[in-house]
């Protein structure tokens, strides 16, 4: 049972950890080209990515998702998932871009990784390269092969839809999904810090836009009860496949009254939304008082009184939340 309960009487089972700032692509809607990421001192140890994750599991966590930035491109990270994964939670799972997991998903899943969700925003290489700028396809296809392979309970893509750049692959994505026997999910883009050359007004593409072109060619079946883990996505199930197809709509359909989670910068902050400041530093706890778990667990609980209602996003503002998504941790 959860000790983690908001002033909404929101349960709090759901932690997600981002594990280092750094990638290794630059997607644009996630990065600028010139992404200057956090010094080593700034950082927590892996010791203290243990430490915290231990103390959330100790006050009702039950599902982690450890993310990034890029989570492979972390030394050690295979190891500290593996300690984590010792942890009594009912879930762990991981995003990833896929670059790296030909090497690992084998590993992952045999250190109690579950499920496991790969970004993928275009089958088509030269569109795969510009929208993340290095990126290389044929590496993230390999990495999903590898991940087909590995014996995960669920496999995810997540799909960020822009028109102009990637809407017209919907179909095609769907179809990749249904083949590989893989799930999707399209997210709507959120206005996470400020990035060069792109207008979010200007490419916006709504969840309810992306499934009317998936209803010409799909006969989708809402999932009863969406799989309701407090999670944000709305989920259909392609008929006559194993697929699903799930849609995350922070503009179009705000998500917030279920939510049961917050997130964990790799700084030590305590985000307690997605798209507001509201934070509480963690790291600090933890240095000013090593060892002191009981301090951290109290200052863990103390964070709750300050989750906000729910987030705003407005297209054509500025950003009010300047920190970037691999920052939050997505
Ligand atoms: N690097 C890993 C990856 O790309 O899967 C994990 C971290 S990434 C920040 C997590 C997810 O956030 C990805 O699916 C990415 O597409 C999504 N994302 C990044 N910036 C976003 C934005 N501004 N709006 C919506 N989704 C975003
Ligand atoms: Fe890296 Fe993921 Fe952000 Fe792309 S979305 S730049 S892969 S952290």
């Not at 594990?19 to 997607?27: M, N, Q, V």
């Not at 140890?45 to 890029?70: C, Q, S």
């Not at 969406?226 to 705000?254: L, M, W």
């Amino acid at each position: 049972m959860t000790q983690l309960i908001d002033r909404f009487g929101r349960r709090i089972r759901y932690l997600r950890i981002s594990i280092t700032d750094r990638c290794d692509l630059r997607c644009r809607y996630c990065m600028a080209e010139d992404m200057t990421f956090l010094p080593r001192a700034q950082i927590l140890t892996l010791e203290e990515i243990y430490t915290l994750a231990e103390a959330f599991v100790a006050l009702g966590v039950e599902k982690i998702r450890i993310t990034g930035g890029e989570p492979l491109v972390r030394r050690g990270a295979l190891e500290l998932i593996e300690k984590i994964g010792r942890l009594p939670l009912k879930e762990l799972v991981m995003t990833t871009n896929g670059m790296r997991l030909a090497a690992s998903a084998r590993q992952l899943a045999a250190v109690g990784v579950r499920r496991i969700n790969i970004s993928l925003d275009s089958l088509r290489p030269e569109r795969f390269r510009h929208l993340t700028r290095v990126g290389d396809l044929s590496r993230v296809l390999t990495g999903i092969e590898a991940a087909r392979q590995a014996g995960f309970s669920g496999i995810k893509l997540n799909t960020v839809v822009m028109r102009g750049s990637n809407h017209d692959e919907v179909v095609d994505l769907v179809r990749f999904a249904v083949d590989k026997g893989l799930d999707i999910s399209f997210i709507e883009e959120m206005p996470l810090g400020v990035i060069d050359g792109h207008d979010r007004a200007a490419v916006f593409y709504s969840s309810d836009q992306v499934r009317a072109d998936l209803m010409r060619e799909f006969k989708l079946l809402p999932v009863v009860e969406h799989r309701r883990t407090g999670g944000p996505s709305r989920y259909f199930k392609v008929a006559g496949t194993e697929s699903r197809v799930g849609f995350i709509s922070p503009h179009s359909h705000n998500f917030c009254a279920d939510c049961n989670r917050v997130r964990l910068t790799v700084e030590g902050r305590l985000l307690l939304c997605l798209g507001n400041e509201h934070s509480v530093d963690l790291k600090q706890v933890l240095r000013r008082y090593p060892g002191e778990g009981d301090r951290l667990k109290a200052a863990i609980m103390k964070a709750m009184e300050i989750k906000p209602e729910r987030h705003y996003f407005e297209l054509d503002e500025q950003p009010i939340v300047l920190r970037h998504m691999n920052v939050t941790g997505g």
